[in-house]
C-alpha cells in the first residue's frame, strides 16, 4: 500500500545527481505506522521535557544538531528507506527518525537528572548510557524489521552473523558509541543551563585530555571502520583490520593541542565558543592533512561513500566536497566528548 499521497508538502529533493538517491522512498504501510506510533511518543516525551526543563526549545536544537551531525556523518554506512519523499532532508536523512532519537535522548537526560540529581554527574552519565542504549538498539531492531533501514555492503562484510533480537549483535556497539557521542554534546553545550559549579581553568591536565582524545577518536574510528579504509602504511601499524594508529595518533594529537590551545587563550569563554573555536581550528588543520591522505592512497573511501559523492571537488587539493565537509563534523562529536568529560573531571562533577 502506498502512503505517499496522504500528506502533500513541498519537498526540495537535495539530491544533485540521480544516483545518490536511488533508494527507494515509497511510504510503506509499515514504516507509516512506525512514523505514527513513534512520532506520536516522541511529541508527547518533548512535551513532557518541555514542561520540566529551562531552555527547551535550545535543548532541543542543540540535540536535535548532534543527531544530524551524527547521522550526516555516518550516512554512507546505512540506508533509510520507506520513509516517503516527504521524510528526507538530505539524501536518505530523515528529520523523522533524528526528531525520534531527539525526544529519546531528551526524554532519558531529564527523568535521570530528575532522579538522581543529587548523585555525581558520572553516575548519572553511566545511567544515561544504559538506558539510551538499550532503548537505541531496540528501536534499530524495529527499523530493520520494518524494511526501514539497511546497512550498506561494507558494513555487512565485517558482521560476525551473530544477532539478537533480530539484529546484528555488532549494532550494539555503534548504538552504544552514538549515545555516548549524543549525550556528552548534549550535557557539554547546556552546561550553563543546568547552573553547574564550572570553574574556568588554565592548568589542564595534558595527559587527561590526550587520553579523552585517544578514547574518543578510537570509538569513533572503530565505528566508521567500514566506511573508510587505511592504506599503503607498514604492516605493523595496523592494530585491527584496516585501522593503523599512525593514522589514528595524528587525530588524537591534533584533538589533545586543539583542546588546550583553545582553553589556554580563551578559558573564560563559554562552552560553546570554546567547542566551536576547537572545531574551527582541529578542521583548518585536519583538512591539508586528511587531503595529503587521500591524494597518497593513505585514506580511501569506500565504494557506497564514493557513490554517494556529487563528483564536485575542493580547489587545489581536489578532494570530494563531501569529505571536506565531513571533517568538522567528525571533530565536533570527538571534541564535545572531550571537552564534556574533562570539565566533569576537573570539577569532579
Known amino acids: 500500500m502506498d502512503f505517499s499521497s496522504i500528506i ?12 545518490l538517491c536511488s533508494f527507494d522512498k515509497t511510504l510503506t504501510s509499515q514504516a507509516f505506522l512506525f512514523e505514527l506510533i513513534y512520532g506520536l511518543l516522541s511529541l508527547a516525551t518533548l512535551f513532557v521535557v518541555y514542561k520540566m526543563v529551562n531552555r527547551f526549545f535550545m535543548r532541543f536544537v542543540i540535540t536535535f544538531t548532534g543527531v544530524l551531525l ?70 534499530e531492531s524495529v527499523v530493520l524489521s520494518v524494511g526501514i533501514r539497511e546497512y550498506s555492503l561494507e558494513v555487512k562484510e565485517v558482521l560476525s552473523g551473530t544477532s539478537f533480537m533480530g539484529t546484528p549483535i555488532e549494532a550494539l556497539y555503534y548504538v552504544s558509541v552514538f549515545s555516548l557521542l549524543i549525550i556528552s554534546f548534549y550535557k557539554y553545550m547546556t552546561l550553563d543551563y543546568d547552573k553547574r559549579p564550572i570553574i574556568p ?28 579504509y587505511n592504506r599503503n ?14 593514522v589514528s595518533i595524528v587525530w588524537v594529537c591534533l584533538v589533545t593541542l586543539s583542546v588546550l590551545v ?10 560553546r565558543w570554546k567547542f566551536l573555536l576547537s572545531v574551527g581550528l582541529t578542521s583548518v ?17 569506500g565504494p557506497t561513500a564514493t557513490q554517494s559523492f556529487s563528483g564536485f571537488n575542493t580547489v587545489i587539493t581536489h578532494i570530494p566536497v563531501e569529505v571536506a565537509m565531513a571533517i568538522p ?5 570527538i571534541l564535545a566528548f572531550v571537552f564534556y568529560h574533562d570539565c566533569i573531571l576537573e570539577s569532579r562533577l
Not at 8 to 19: T, W
Not at 213 to 226: A, D, N, Q, R, Y
Not at 262 to 271: H, I, K, Q, R
Open 262 to 271: 583553545v582553553e589556554d587563550l580563551f578559558y573564560t569563554l563559554s562552552a
Open 70 to 139: 551524527f547521522e550526516l556523518f555516518t550516512a554512507p554506512m546505512w540506508t533509510n528507506s520507506h520513509l516517503g519523499k516527504f521524510a528526507y532532508i538530505y539524501l536518505d536523512i530523515s528529520w523523522i527518525l533524528s526528531l525520534i532519537w531527539t525526544a529519546l535522548f531528551l526524554g532519558v537526560t531529564t527523568l535521570v537528572d530528575t532522579l538522581l540529581k543529587k548523585r555525581k554527574e558520572y553516575l548519572r552519565f553511566a545511567v544515561y548510557l544504559i538506558i539510551t542504549t538499550a532503548i537505541v538498539f531496540s528501536a
Open 329 to 333: 563534523l567528525y571533530f565536533a562529536l
Open 233 to 246: 602504511l607498514p604492516s605493523w601499524s595496523y592494530f585491527y583490520r584496516d585501522i593503523s594508529f599512525l
Open 285 to 301: 588543520v585536519a583538512f591539508p592533512l586528511e587531503s595529503l591522505f587521500m591524494n597518497y592512497g593513505i585514506r580511501v573511501y
Open 201 to 228: 581553568s588554565k592548568k589542564k591536565s595534558t595527559l587527561r585530555i590526550f587520553i579523552l582524545s585517544l578514547i574518543g577518536v578510537f570509538l569513533f574510528e572503530l565505528m566508521i571502520e567500514p566506511m573508510v
Open 8 to 19: 502533500k508538502a513541498p519537498v526540495i529533493d537535495p539530491c544533485l545527481l540521480g544516483s
